[in-house]
C-alpha cells in the first residue's frame, strides 16, 4: 500500500480552515502573489516610517530629479519626490479597493441570499434589477454614479463597490438555490428556526467559498476601476498621492520624465498580479476537485 506524500491532509477532525491554509502553503502561485502582497501592504501602511520627505510638500528647485541620491524614485514636475508619494499612494489605492469590496459583496451577498431563499416576486425583482445593473459595464456603472454624486475618493469607493454587487447578487443566488433544498437547512425549518437564523447559521456559511475568492479577485478589479477613475480626474483630486492620479499628472511629461509614470504604474500592476495569483490560489485549494486532484497524485 503506498503510503499518502501529504499525510497531514489525511489526519481526521482537522478543519475545513486548516486545510486551506496547508493547501495553500503547498500552492507556488498563491505564495508568490502572497509574498508580493505583503510587501506591498508593508509599504503601504508603513509609508510614513520608511518615507522621509512630506509627500506633497512642493520643492521647484529639484523638479524633474532622476531617481537617486535623496529622491529614489525621483521627483515630479514641481518637485514632489515620487517614493513618498508612490508609498502613500498604495495606501489609498489598497484602500479604494478594500472598501469597494466591502461595499459590494456586503449589500450584493444580503440581496442574493434573500432572493434565493423566498423566490418567487422577490427573487423576480431583485434579479431583474440586478440584470438591469449589469447591462452597464462596471466602469460605466461606476461613471453614472459619479455623475450623481460627483467627483471624490469617498465617492469612487462608493460608485466601484455599486459596480460589483451585480456579481455577488448572482453567484449568491445560485450558491443559495443549491443549498436551500439540502437536508439540513429543510431540518432546521422543521425544528421551527426563523428564516433569518437559516440563512445566518446554515445558508451563509455553506456559500463563503465561492464569495471569498470573488471578494480575492475583485479587489483588483476595484483598485483598477479606482485608479482610472482618478485618472480621469473623477477620482482622487490634487494634491492626493494616489496612484491613478499620479498617471494622470505624469502623462504629459512622458518624454523629460519617466519615472512619474513608470513606478505609479508598476505598483498597480504588481498590485492586481498578487491579487490575481492569490485569488487563483485560493479558487484552486477551496474547491471540492482540489483535494481529490491532490489524492489522486499520491
Not at 482537522?14 to 500552492?27: D, E, G, I, K, M
Not at 537617486?68 to 502613500?88: E, K
Not at 425583482?125 to 449589469?134: D, G, H, K, P
Amino acid at each position: 500500500m503506498k503510503l499518502s506524500s501529504h499525510p497531514k491532509e489525511l489526519i481526521p477532525g482537522r478543519s475545513p480552515v486548516s486545510l486551506a491554509l496547508f493547501r495553500l502553503r503547498r500552492h507556488r502561485s498563491a505564495i508568490i502573489g502572497l509574498s508580493l502582497l505583503v510587501i506591498l501592504l508593508f509599504i503601504a501602511l508603513a509609508a510614513p516610517l520608511i518615507t522621509w520627505i512630506d509627500p506633497i510638500a512642493v520643492d521647484p528647485t529639484v523638479a524633474f530629479n532622476s531617481p537617486g541620491g535623496l529622491h529614489i524614485m525621483g521627483t515630479d514636475n514641481i518637485g514632489r519626490d515620487v517614493w513618498s508619494r508612490f508609498a502613500f499612494g498604495g495606501r489609498i489605492s489598497l484602500q479604494v479597493g478594500l472598501i469597494a469590496m466591502a461595499i459590494s459583496s456586503t449589500v450584493g451577498t444580503l440581496v442574493g441570499i434573500v432572493a434565493g431563499f423566498y423566490g418567487g416576486w422577490i427573487d423576480s425583482i431583485l434579479s431583474w434589477f440586478t440584470e438591469v445593473l449589469m447591462a452597464f459595464p462596471g466602469i460605466l456603472l461606476a461613471l453614472a454614479v459619479i455623475a450623481v454624486l460627483g467627483p471624490g475618493l469617498i465617492n469612487v469607493m462608493i460608485a466601484v463597490g455599486i459596480g460589483s454587487i451585480p456579481s455577488f447578487v448572482r453567484l449568491s443566488r445560485g450558491s443559495v438555490l443549491s443549498v436551500k433544498e439540502t437536508d439540513y437547512v429543510v431540518s432546521s425549518r422543521a425544528l421551527g428556526n426563523t428564516d433569518w437564523g437559516i440563512m445566518r447559521m446554515h445558508i451563509l456559511p455553506n456559500i463563503l467559498r465561492p464569495l471569498l475568492v470573488l471578494v480575492t479577485l475583485g479587489i483588483g478589479g476595484a483598485i483598477l476601476e479606482g485608479a482610472a477613475l482618478s485618472f480621469l480626474g473623477l477620482g482622487a483630486q490634487p494634491p492626493t498621492p494616489e496612484w491613478g492620479l499620479m498617471l494622470s499628472q505624469s502623462r504629459g511629461f512622458l518624454r523629460e520624465a519617466w519615472w512619474m509614470s513608470i513606478f505609479p504604474g508598476v505598483g498597480i500592476f504588481l498590485t492586481i498580479l498578487a491579487i490575481n495569483l492569490l485569488g487563483d490560489g485560493l479558487s484552486d485549494v477551496l474547491s471540492p476537485e482540489y483535494q481529490s486532484t491532490r489524492k489522486s497524485k499520491t
